[in-house]
């Protein structure tokens, strides 16, 4: 039994994204947000309010940025049932 290559349709002509495409956007939300709790962690250690500021700055910029994933994944009926909610 051999493929066709006429009859193949790809993630890109079908505008699927690919899953790791998915994932990558995820993880980066989180990691910005794990290193903003970690600066604030030491800032607090330090009492450093310049880079305490800058890690929950970092913290919620992380949070929308995962938000927005979530949304967009919704939205294209992608949904994650693996997500952790905290």
Request: glycine share 4%; hydrophobic share 25%.
């Given at each position: 039994m051999s493929i066709d290559?006429?009859?193949v349709?790809?993630?890109?002509?079908t505008g699927e994204p690919?899953?790791?495409?998915?994932v990558?956007?995820?993880?980066?939300?989180?990691?910005?947000?794990?290193?903003g709790r970690a600066?604030?962690?030491?800032?607090q250690g330090l009492q450093?309010?310049?880079l305490e500021r800058e890690g929950r700055?970092?913290?919620?910029?992380?949070?929308?940025?995962?938000?927005q994933e979530r949304q967009s994944s919704s939205d294209s009926g992608s949904g994650d049932s693996a997500g952790g909610e905290k």
């Open positions: 290559p006429d009859k349709t790809t993630q890109e002509e690919a899953a790791i495409d998915e990558e956007g995820r993880v980066q939300a989180e990691m910005k947000i794990a290193e600066k604030e962690s030491v800032a450093d309010k310049e700055k970092l913290q919620e910029e992380g949070e929308r940025e995962l938000e």
